[in-house]
């Protein structure tokens, strides 16, 4: 059964201090490993899409990285403005099932001044 | 150029109501995805249509529960007979394609009292 697992639930950082979050994942056939923020009563915002194993996309403070079994999204000296809810997310099986996606149940980050 | 756009963004319904929700995609999107968010929990897909088609329905319970994506206007996840366990977060996401990133909406929450 296709599985996307996150960890820590939830992150406390001071401003600046810098870490990292996990999205393990297990599916048949990946085509794409997606990353979304979501702020409260908001839907989530897309941050990243990564598609082969060994990729890298940045983004100001955030940088994410994708190997066959797992992604990390790191945080480099994160703002209070940082705080919210990352969602990990995959897209698996044939193309016929479109951009249907598999999420986890979220990493909550809490950066305060 | 607007978002996906939900409507309404609030939802209250006595049990053994109605509830219809609606979601208009982002311009020149034709795949249309509902979730749904319970507390404490992640996002779980339900239904995936293109226009006037039912593509992938495997996420939705099988009663009470329909989706439709009509040639004309938006698409429209009805709920009959609501009940208390039906309350959470119903979210509408957009793509343009089979592959590369949704875009989400704002999300309908849905109350049953």
């Known amino acids: 059964e296709d599985q996307v697992t996150q960890s820590p639930e939830a992150l406390r950082l001071q401003e600046g201090e810098s870490s990292s979050l996990n999205c393990s994942y297990t599916?048949?056939?990946?085509?794409?490993l997606f990353w979304y923020r979501q702020d409260p009563g908001k839907g989530p915002e897309f941050l990243f899409t990564l598609y082969s194993a060994g990729e890298e996309k940045e983004k100001e403070r955030l940088k994410a990285t994708l190997t066959k079994k797992e992604s990390f999204l790191h945080i480099t000296a994160p703002k209070p403005e940082d705080s919210a809810t990352y969602l990990c997310a995959v897209q698996a099986g044939p193309n016929q099932a479109g951009t249907a996606l598999i999420f986890g149940k979220g990493t909550t980050l809490s950066v305060s001044s | 150029n607007a978002g996906v756009m939900q409507n309404p963004r609030h939802l209250v319904r006595r049990r053994g109501q109605e509830a219809r929700l609606r979601c208009s995609p982002m311009?020149?999107?034709?795949?249309v995805y509902w979730y749904r968010q319970l507390p404490e929990e992640g996002l779980k897909f339900m239904v995936y249509?293109?226009?006037?088609?039912?593509?992938?329905e495997s996420g939705m319970p099988k009663e009470r529960f329909s989706a439709e994506f009509p040639k004309e206007g938006p698409s429209i996840l009805r709920i009959q007979q609501v009940v208390r366990g039906d309350s959470a977060a119903y979210f509408c996401a957009s793509s343009l394609g089979t592959t590369g990133r949704a875009f989400f909406g704002q999300g309908t929450r849905l109350t049953v009292v």
């Open positions: 311009k020149g999107h034709s795949h």
């Open positions: 599916v048949s056939g990946l085509r794409g």
């Open positions: 249509l293109q226009k006037e088609n039912i593509i992938d």
